[in-house]
């Protein structure tokens, strides 16, 4: 069994920054892709962005997001970051991480973190 716990989370004045972890344990093997959704209030889930193991990255063409966040991983930690910066309001969402192993389709979630943007 893998579980995948996020934090990070929290409540951030616009313009401000903040770094969510998400750190998976149990067996995930050494080839993986870990992403990070969101999902506001009356809305569907949405990517924001996803990593392999080998590094490579991918930002779907939202909110500007790829200019303003940047995923990253520690191998060693099994652990997946997600840097945050010049946050918008419209940022404001449960932030939820992923694990996905490619070779059994298996997928697992975390339980979510909480951003707020706001004043």
């Known amino acids: 069994q893998v579980q995948v716990v996020e934090s990070g989370g929290g409540l951030v004045q616009p313009g401000g920054s903040l770094r969510l972890s998400c750190a998976a344990s149990?067996?995930?093997?050494?080839?993986?892709?870990m992403g990070w959704h969101r999902q506001a209030p009356g809305k569907q889930r949405e990517l924001v962005a996803d990593?392999?193991?080998?590094?490579?990255?991918?930002?779907p063409d939202i909110d500007s997001v790829k200019d303003r966040f940047t995923i990253s991983r520690d191998n060693a930690k099994n652990t997946v970051y997600l840097q945050m910066n010049s946050l918008k309001p419209e940022d404001t969402a449960v932030y939820y991480c992923?694990?996905?192993?490619?070779?059994?389709?298996?997928?697992?979630w975390g339980q979510g973190t909480q951003v707020t943007v706001s004043s």
């Open positions: 992923n694990v996905l192993i490619p070779d059994t389709g298996d997928d697992y």
């Open positions: 149990g067996r995930i093997g050494s080839i993986w892709n």
């Open positions: 990593i392999t193991s080998g590094g490579a990255t991918f930002y």
